[in-house]
């Protein structure tokens, strides 16, 4: 049975990757998820100078979700060398490093700062909800805009694909991917978090998050990222490949993403309910799924649904 | 150690007493348990202002403490509170420390570090074992718990204080170093029950580490860093070169394995994920 996934050229030694946001913050830190299993890792979002992010409470969750808004901190492109370098000098997986950034002309800054360092993949944040109240509506949420940060990027990132991250909070997420093809996206990651959401403490009445709203995560918001992914694969042709995330926390629910169109399969959340070791398990459950399935590789799946439709229906 | 995911949404408790340990410490108690065990922290939020990670000074299965000193925005903040007034709490994450029945157990605590110790202290006479309890401070009036730590059956004080205001004068560690070295010769037999707990400034704990590789006791060291979320997922508190995260593979961390931690008694890490030398202290909160 086939783990191995080669997307774009590049080779991951299984489908399951670290999620942008979660841990991500050091090479070693990208180490120790690789050692743990993970196919691929995505670092957190780079920006081109320092940005600080928001005060706690940032992250927290109960048995059903989780909702963030760490807000993207960073401390800039000197950093990401450091890191960024030391990982590709020794590196045991693929690296994707999610660059963010404020204007388009930072996002091409940015990305002509991280593509000197050789990622395999840049992935292009334009969809986090919870920085809204200091930039406004995501880029992900107009196709004007996801397009022009497309281009931008695209223009300076040479051989290194590009992959967008979009927003599941849109009307239409597949003619958002469209604009973005046309202007050269290599990939799309989908989703980023859902929402925002908000928790409020019943006796202070006050909003937990300290900015109020966060992205919403975990096992619930799976069903809106297989409707995405679906979409997206349907409204590009499954001519792009993409990184599946969201809900993600067994074989089965890789082997869903897949289905519905993803190449690769995001983690994230789950490391918080299955701890570390949910890479392995994950690859593992998947393995033991095909196997009883009949299925020697796990390429078979990648957007299967849709041929099923057309044979059936 | 299965942590209920509930405790990763915080609540608010009123305090119900606080107590004033210190011109710059003081103690708030909540009537309530999070079955939490020595070692164990908590993130204490104070809502619209922020949220840190605190050790927790006691759990009896009833109530629970925190003991904080007024260091940074936060905790400043928090030190204004009265009782009555709301805190946010959730946890309890980490590591705790262990000890086996009847063990002698040598605590070394710096400044704050005296309440986490105290915690472990009461808990271990519950278990048979006896304690040689190091206290530090700058001075007489950074001292904290020896009142506390004074009502403990088969526990012995030692004071040092930088200053030489009361105790030893000098360092704990100078303290604990005696404490080995007797430990060595007229009791070599009991040497193996014996093990070291520390909890402070980490360049004690660096040299507390040093020693007890030195004597070759067992020793346990509780590691701060920046945590946000407190449960293995922001990846804030992870540590070079292992990668691993201290608050799920610490706080509380034995010896052998603070050996392999490049950072340890050498840099932390801010929120932004800088490296910052401890030679070189900068802003940091509580």
Known sequence: MQLQQTVLGVTFPN???????????????????AENG??????????????????NPTIIATDHWMLNAVGVPDAGVEKAKDEIGSFMRRKPVPLIANIIAESVDHFAKTAAE???LYPDILEVNISCPNVEDEFGKPFACSAPDAASVTAAVKEVSGEIPVFIKLSPNVPDIGSIALACAKKGANGF????????????????????????VGGLSGPGIKPIAVRCIADVYRATEGKYPIIGTG???????????????????????????RGIGVFKNVCDEMKQWCEQEGIANIAELVGSMHSTLATDH | MHIPLQSRLPKTHHIVSMKQETAHVKTFTFD???????????????????????????????????????????????????????????????????????????????????????FVAKEALKDGCTVDFVVGARGKEHLLYLDEIGTLKKTTLHVAT???????????????????????????????????????????????????????????????????????????CTVDPLGIRLCCEGPVVKNELCAKIAD???YHRDSVGRKHSFENPSKKDS
Request: charge should be negative; hydrophobic fraction near 40%; proline fraction near 5%.
């Open chain 1, 38 to 55: 993970a196919g691929g890792i995505t670092t957190k979002s780079l920006w081109l100078r320092e940005h600080m992010g928001h005060p």
């Open chain 2, 32 to 118: 309530t348990s999070f079955g939490a065990l020595p070692g164990q922290f908590l993130m204490v939020w104070l809502p619209g202002f922020d949220e840190v990670p605190m050790s927790i000074a006691m759990d009896d299965g009833e109530q629970t403490k925190i003991t904080f000193f007024d260091v940074g925005d936060m905790t400043k903040k928090l030190f204004t509170l009265r009782e009555g007034d709301l805190v946010g709490l959730r946890g309890p994450f980490g590591t705790f420390y262990e000890w086996e029945k009847n063990q002698h157990l040598i605590l070394v605590a710096g400044g704050y570090g005296a309440a986490p110790m105290y």
């Open chain 1, 247 to 273: 809900g993600v926390f067994t074989g089965e629910d890789a082997v869903e993403l897949m289905l519905a169109g993803a190449s690769l399969v995001g983690i994230g959340t789950a490391v918080a309910y």
């Open chain 2, 162 to 236: 930088d200053d030489g205001s009361v105790g030893h004068k000098g360092y704990n560690t100078e303290v604990l170093e005696q404490l080995l070295k007797s430990n060595v010769s007229p009791r070599a037999e009991s040497r193996g029950e014996s093990m070291v707990f520390a909890c402070g400034p980490e360049l004690m704990l660096k040299r507390v580490s040093e020693l007890c590789i030195k004597h070759q006791v067992p020793c346990s060291l509780s590691l701060e860093r920046y945590m946000k979320c407190g449960f293995g997922i922001c990846g804030n």
């Open chain 2, 264 to 266: 340890f008694g050498q």
């Open chain 1, 15 to 33: 489908p399951t990757i670290l999620a942008s946001g979660i841990l991500g913050i050091t090479s070693s830190s990208w180490r120790c998820v």
């Open chain 1, 189 to 212: 990651t989908v989703i980023n978090t859902v929402g925002p959401g908000m928790a409020i403490d019943l006796k202070s009445r006050m909003p937990i998050l300290a900015n109020k």
């Open chain 1, 114 to 116: 991280i593509v000197k």
